[in-house]
């Protein structure tokens, strides 16, 4: 996100200056004291998520799960091999091919690749089973997006989602988008994800939007020790320009202005994805 503070007026009378208000959504010290912590937690989010998607896609197969493969049959095929085809986004060279062919083995198999997706952030993975031969081909189709709908002038997809078009559905990347929605005010964005047969899937944005502006004015003692009153008034606007950017607007002056010690201030914070 790239963000903008445009200082404006600033009159002293002394080297003291009061606090300037502090940018709607800034990033303060108790959030990067805690960032690997938030991040671990988001990653077990987006990692749930995933899999929900992939279950999703998967409740019309018939593939074994975990607790069918007791049931599964692990004798070897005869002459065969297997081959894997069409992973592109993960590194193919981290799955060990068995060097027995059985239905129990290539269902392993199968979920591993699943895993190494879902912990990649991509989901909606299809694979197929094609026997060619002498050989078991695996053929992993990765879900990309169709299209993205749901838009108005405070989620701008196409900020949000550049060049989502045909990208890989990756959990971390709609998340990504859905999080800078939610930043501005008055933004309360969610999303569903429909696949298709053809491997693609279409996001469905949903929002249940409330007021886009906001604005209020306080008093605190925060100003120098020669005159701690100080009145502060800030205001923002969401998406001014339809871009899903934001405006905020702040100004503070020391209460009392007649014993020579006053400080006064204004600035502009402007944000964009």
Avoid at 67 to 85: D, F, V
Avoid at 106 to 119: D, F, V
Avoid at 211 to 238: C, E, L, P, S, Y
Avoid at 240 to 262: E, I, M, R
Wanted: net charge neutral.
């Amino acid at each position: 996100m790239k963000h903008v503070i445009f200082p404006l007026i600033v009159l002293s009378a002394t080297t003291q200056a009061a606090d300037l208000p502090t940018p709607p959504n800034a990033i303060n010290d108790e959030w990067r004291n805690n960032r690997q912590e938030i991040r671990a937690i988001e990653d077990a989010q987006r990692e749930e998520s995933a899999w929900k998607l992939q279950q999703k896609q998967n409740s019309s197969t018939t593939q074994p799960d975990e607790q069918n493969t007791q049931s599964e049959n692990s004798e070897c095929l005869p002459n065969q091999k297997i081959q894997l085809q069409g992973i592109t986004l993960v590194d193919a060279h981290t799955f060990r091919l068995p060097e027995c062919v059985s239905e129990a083995n290539l269902n392993k198999l199968s979920r591993e690749i699943t895993a190494a997706y879902i912990k990649a952030g991509f989901a909606g993975t299809q694979i197929d089973f094609i026997q060619q031969d002498d050989t078991v081909i695996f053929k992993v189709k990765e879900m990309r997006i169709r299209e993205i709908t749901g838009g108005s002038r405070t989620v701008n997809i196409g900020t949000l989602f550049p060049n989502h078009k045909n990208q890989p559905v990756n959990i971390r990347y709609l998340d990504q988008g859905i999080e800078q929605a939610n930043k501005l005010t008055g933004n309360q964005v969610s999303m569903d994800v429909y696949p298709h047969d053809d491997g693609t899937a279409s996001i469905a944005l949903q929002n249940q939007k409330s007021k886009g502006w906001f604005g209020q004015v306080a008093i605190d003692n925060k100003g120098n020790k020669n005159n701690r009153g100080v009145i502060r008034a800030n205001a923002g606007v969401a998406s001014p320009l339809g871009l899903s950017d934001s405006v905020y607007l702040g100004a503070y002056s020391n209460t009392a202005q007649g014993n020579g010690h006053f400080n006064r201030g204004a600035n502009i914070y402007y944000s964009l994805p």
